[in-house]
């Protein structure tokens, strides 16, 4: 379904390829865009939540820690690792 916008573009653009790739770009790159800004905000939630989640540990046990994020201890260690915290430490 084509909105009147659309037809109008099309209208504008005509039979001109380089208008119709300019376009096709400009897409292709907002998307990249947007996956790229979003893959950053998930990452700095993540490690702000495993930060809290290490600071956690005097309270719970790891295996705790690990269920209640849905993870493995190893994918919960892993996790731990990425972020610079010291595996020894652990209880």
Same mark, same amino acid.
Request: hydrophobic share 35%.
């Given at each position: 379904?084509?909105?009147?916008?659309?037809?109008?573009?099309?209208?504008?653009?005509?039979?001109?390829?380089? $208008? +119709?790739?300019?376009?096709?770009? #400009?897409?292709?790159?907002?998307?990249?865009n947007?996956?790229?800004r979003?893959?950053?905000?998930?990452?700095?939630?993540?490690?702000?939540? #495993?930060? #809290? +989640?290490?600071?956690?540990? $005097?309270?719970?046990?790891?295996?705790?820690?690990?269920?209640?994020?849905?993870?493995?201890?190893?994918?919960?260690?892993?996790?731990?690792?990425?972020?610079?915290?010291?595996i020894?430490?652990?209880?």
């Amino acid at each position: 379904m084509m909105h009147k916008t659309d037809n109008a573009l099309f209208d504008d653009i005509g039979e001109s390829v380089d $208008k +119709l790739r300019e376009r096709i770009d #400009f897409w292709v790159t907002g998307k990249r865009n947007l996956r790229g800004r979003h893959k950053t905000e998930v990452e700095d939630y993540e490690k702000q939540m #495993f930060e #809290f +989640l290490w600071r956690c540990r $005097k309270l719970l046990s790891t295996a705790r820690i690990a269920r209640m994020v849905g993870m493995s201890r190893q994918n919960l260690y892993e996790r731990w690792r990425k972020y610079g915290f010291e595996i020894d430490e652990i209880d």
